[in-house]
């Protein structure tokens, strides 16, 4: 069983920065990606930043530039850094991870950009 655990969500002006959290517990193992999707009211799911087991990173096109992953291993936990926020990047941000082609989710973490 996988447990993921988000924090950090909230409420931001326009250019403005929120840091999201996912600690990951459980029976994760060593070999995995985290990453955040977010989904916003009548929108599918996306990808937003994903981190392989090895340190690689992919981002959306969307958020290239603004965003940052990063993960520590020691706490199976990994970060989203989010700057210059946007009007279009409200959402419900859900953390996730990959493992042995098993998806696992958190419960999600609300982000509002308005002024």
């Known amino acids: 069983q996988v447990q993921l655990v988000e924090s950090g969500g909230g409420l931001v002006q326009p250019g403005g920065s929120l840091r999201l959290s996912c600690a990951a517990s459980g029976s994760i193992g060593s070999i995995y990606a985290m990453g955040w999707f977010r989904q916003a009211p009548g929108k599918q799911r996306e990808l937003v930043a994903r981190v392989s087991s090895g340190g690689r990173r992919n981002y959306a096109d969307s958020v290239k530039g603004r965003f940052t992953i990063s993960r520590d291993h020691a706490k199976n936990t990994v970060y989203l850094q989010m700057n210059s926020l946007k009007p279009e990047d409200p959402a419900v941000y859900y953390c996730?991870?990959?493992?042995?082609?098993?998806?696992?989710w958190g419960q999600g973490t609300q982000v509002t950009v308005s002024s």
């Open positions: 996730n991870l990959q493992r042995q082609s098993i998806d696992y």
